[in-house]
Structures are given as C-alpha cells and as structure tokens.
C-alpha cells in the first residue's frame, strides 16, 4: 500500500514537498521514484533514489529545483519541490523499483495509487 501526500496549490516560485509512505516490509531494499502525469500528457518519471541514497536521478526540467531523500526507518520517501513552475501541475505518484538502484519507465507498472494532486498557479 503508498499512501502519498502533501500536494496542492502553489504559487508559482513557492514550494511544497510530497511524502510517500509505504509498508515497511517493502521499502527497505529498493529504489523509489516520483512519477507526474499532466493533464494530456503521459505519465513521466520526475525523480529517483537508490535503496541506500546513494544514487539520485532527476529528469531534466526539476533538476536543480527538485530534490528526492528518503528515510528509511519510516519507510518514507520525500519530494522537496522549490521555484516551482507552472508546467509543474500534475498528479504526482510514488512508486516502488524492481531492483535497487534505477527505476523503469512508467508503462512497466501495472498498478498506480490515487497520487496527488500539484497545482502551480501563474
């Protein structure tokens, strides 16, 4: 079960930060991501994070704005989102990798939680 929270209204250049949290007996071991999917538009990977925290990967229009973390003793990963945009609105899902470092595209996932929602006012 992913239990996500924190969206909602921003303004533009404001922050928000996004929480995911997930049953203990699977997180640990795996990497996590944040996926968004825009209003008529696919569904994309936004962030992601390695079992350890070791490794962190940002798709190229967050980077520098966006930062992924997750604490792993409340089986928990975070989106701390800065300067956000409006092309930032979306609905914002976590997801859970196959293996421990990367994860995959969006269309390997057969089962999506209800998100939330991320909107940026102009």
């Known amino acids: 079960q992913l239990v996500e929270s924190g969206g909602g209204l921003v303004q533009a250049g404001g922050s928000l930060r996004l929480a995911c949290t997930a049953s203990?007996?699977?997180?640990?071991?795996?990497?996590w991501g944040w996926y968004r999917q825009a209003p008529g538009k696919e569904r994309e990977v936004v962030a992601s994070?390695?079992?350890?925290?070791?490794?962190?990967s940002y798709t190229e229009a967050v980077k520098g704005r966006f930062t992924i973390s997750r604490d792993n003793t409340k089986s928990t990963i975070y989106l701390q989102m800065n300067d956000m945009k409006f092309e930032d609105t979306a609905v914002y899902y976590c997801?859970?990798?196959?293996?421990?470092?990367?994860?995959?595209?969006?269309?390997?996932?057969?089962?999506w939680g209800q998100g939330t929602q991320v909107t940026v006012s102009s």
């Open positions: 203990e007996d699977m997180f640990n071991d795996y990497a």
């Open positions: 997801q859970r990798g196959f293996t421990r470092s990367t994860m995959p595209s969006p269309n390997r996932f057969s089962w």
């Open positions: 994070i390695s079992w350890n925290s070791a490794i962190t």
